[in-house]
């Protein structure tokens, strides 16, 4: 599969912004910042054999992993780095331990056969196939990785405010723009399963969109959505993020009965599925919260 290998810059832009493109045109140092992208080819067989080593032998891994693919934002004055890879997201999976989905087509084969299949005490080995993850970034520190400087740590803290949005509406320049696959696998014809983020780095702010999306044929459909708001206009010296998770899933039955389509053309990938769930919404919300980024010895930023 052919991807491109660096994002979308606008050097005048970003040369009237006082700011720099980094090496190999990964990125941009923008306000203290450092966004940067990596976008690699799909990981080979001997890589996802050590992939799932290092999951606690995780029998099988999405057939297309970014292994060597990332986003990463570091604050140079804090520390403090928010990364996006896709083994932390597997790592994530493994610990969700999720029941398995079962395919349109098993669940009628049990439904027929369940009297034979407990009189003959079959064992059934399951894990989720499908790969779906909770996870909403790494959080950490380019000096000891575990989100602390010189004594301060870092964390997510619950927040009541709300992401400022006008930022994003503001008819700025987009100095940055890229958008990066981290795995995807079609579920053995089954369905879609994908992660990636894209990120949007702006005069005032920086905006990523960590998203997975799942679709199995017949049974549902999930969409989880973790966005992050970096506000450029405190200054360099504190790191000033919000974040919001919004995730959404249910059956297509369900869903259909809430007011959103049936299955089909609606849900042929991320951005059709999350059209379609307004039309249902709050029907199949199953989180929604805001959080913000706390340094400690400061006051929630």
């Known amino acids: 599969m052919n991807r491109r290998t660096s994002g979308t810059l606008d050097e005048p832009a970003i040369k009237a912004a006082g700011s720099r493109i980094l090496d190999n045109n990964s990125g941009v140092l923008h306000k203290g910042w450092r966004i940067e992208t990596r976008k690699a080819p799909i990981s080979k067989d001997a890589e996802l054999d050590a992939y799932k080593a290092h999951l606690d032998g995780a029998k099988n891994v999405p057939e297309q992993l970014f292994g060597d693919s990332f986003l990463r934002l570091s604050h140079e004055a804090s520390g403090v780095c928010l990364e996006f890879t896709a083994l932390d997201a597997l790592h994530t999976w493994r610990k969700d331990d999720r029941p398995p989905v079962?395919?349109?087509?098993?669940?009628?084969?049990?439904?027929?056969?369940?009297?034979?299949?407990?009189?003959?005490?079959?064992v059934s080995f399951e894990y989720d196939w499908t790969y779906t993850t909770s996870y909403k970034g790494t959080l950490r520190t380019d000096s000891n990785g575990d989100?602390?400087?010189?004594?301060?740590?870092?964390?997510?803290?619950?927040?009541?405010?709300?992401?400022?949005?006008?930022?994003?509406?503001?008819?700025?320049?987009?100095?940055?723009?890229?958008?990066?696959?981290?795995?995807?696998?079609?579920?053995?014809?089954?369905?879609?399963?994908?992660?990636?983020?894209?990120?949007?780095?702006?005069?005032?702010?920086?905006?990523?969109?960590?998203?997975?999306?799942?679709?199995v044929d017949r049974v549902l459909v999930r969409l989880y959505e973790t966005r992050f708001?970096?506000?450029?206009?405190?200054?360099?010296?504190?790191?000033?993020?919000?974040?919001?998770?919004?995730?959404?899933?249910?059956?297509?039955?369900?869903?259909?009965?809430?007011?959103?389509?049936?299955?089909?053309?609606?849900?042929?990938?991320?951005?059709?599925?999350?059209?379609?769930?307004?039309?249902?919404?709050?029907?199949?919300?199953?989180?929604?919260?805001?959080?913000?980024?706390?340094?400690?010895?400061?006051?929630?930023?």
């Open 102 to 122: 079962r395919v349109g087509a098993a669940q009628d084969w049990l439904k027929a056969r369940q009297k034979d299949v407990e009189a003959s005490g079959a």
């Open 147 to 215: 989100a602390s400087v010189s004594g301060r740590k870092a964390e997510w803290v619950s927040s009541s405010e709300q992401m400022d949005r006008s930022l994003l509406m503001a008819r700025d320049p987009i100095l940055y723009f890229d958008e990066v696959p981290l795995y995807e696998s079609e579920l053995d014809d089954n369905g879609a399963s994908q992660l990636g983020v894209k990120v949007r780095v702006m005069p005032e702010c920086c905006f990523v969109l960590l998203r997975f999306w799942l679709r």
């Open 229 to 301: 708001l970096a506000d450029f206009r405190a200054g360099p010296g504190q790191p000033h993020v919000t974040r919001e998770v919004r995730c959404c899933e249910g059956t297509f039955e369900s869903l259909h009965a809430a007011g959103a389509p049936p299955d089909g053309p609606a849900y042929k990938d991320a951005d059709s599925t999350s059209t379609a769930l307004q039309a249902a919404a709050p029907i199949g919300v199953t989180e929604f919260h805001t959080e913000k980024l706390l340094l400690s010895g400061s006051a929630v930023l």
